[in-house]
């Protein structure tokens, strides 16, 4: 990996099927495509970043706890993390930030998919249904959830929507909250 006063590489996790793939597709406006794990992917709006798409942890191949150690998320080699949930927080999300904090310079939670949640809040409470209402209170429940692991920032977002939600304000964090010097030309996938 590139000296970290060049590069700044997130890594990208959650549990299964929380929509990992699905964000970084929609930040990098590609499909990642490689066979090698985690994947890596350029963010091409600022050159300087790469995120990196991990398997899910919390599976019988993963467990929480041997993630970590199998892909050596306590070594330092990341400078950033991403943790993609699509609901409140659960023990092995606790498990992961409470362990890792500390290795990195920023932590970023996604609370994913919030699109079905207020489409589902739709069609159970067709009377009274309010979709800022449903958005709001997803925000408020994932600060609250998450406010003891002391992320950087929490957004609040739809990998499907990207025109709503956080999903833009994450795009402009990335792009523009980071003091790290650009790679021109770097190769990215
Ligand atoms: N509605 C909605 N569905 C989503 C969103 N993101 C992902 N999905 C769906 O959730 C499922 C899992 O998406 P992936 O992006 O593959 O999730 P992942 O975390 O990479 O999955 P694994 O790598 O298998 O753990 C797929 O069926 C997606 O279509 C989202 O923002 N909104
Ligand atoms: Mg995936």
New binding site residues.
Partial sequence: MANDEEVFAYAVI?????????????LCGQEQNASECPVMCGYHKNKAIVLF????FG?SVYPTHMFIERFDLDKRLYQGLIL?C?QDLTDDDICILSTLRSNFRRVIIVR?????II?LDRTLCSEGHNPKDVFSQCKYSTRKHFSACRPDRIFV?????TDRFQFKDLDDYLQNGHMVRPIPNRICM
Avoid: C, M, W, Y
């Fill in positions: 959650g549990r299964e099927h929380v929509g990992k793939t699905s964000l970084i597709t929609a798409d991990f398997p899910p599976t993609v699509d994913n998919k919030v699109g079905s489409q977002l739809d990998s499907f929507d």
